[in-house]
């Protein structure tokens, strides 16, 4: 691979971070389509921010609401 997976996962979460920052909240599918990512790295990236408590996610219909927690 062109780096180590686990930087690119970091790397997509600190992509996703930087998103919720300017919305309250946004559902898994909008994540997907606006970082162009594939739903194998949008998922891992999504765990990643789970583990760390930085985010918070909710079932909204076929998709998830995501949500970033108070710091």
Do not use: H, R
Not at 13 to 26: F, H, Q, R, T, V
Not at 59 to 64: C, G, K, T
């Amino acid at each position: 691979m062109q780096e180590n997976f686990s930087e690119v996962v970091s790397q997509n979460a600190e992509k996703i971070i930087g998103l919720l920052k300017n919305a309250p909240a946004a559902n898994s599918w909008d994540i997907k389509l606006k970082l162009k990512l594939s739903s194998s790295n949008l998922y891992l990236a999504l765990g990643y921010l789970i583990s760390a408590n930085k985010i918070t996610i909710f079932p909204d219909d076929l998709n998830y609401k995501i949500k970033l927690n108070q710091e």
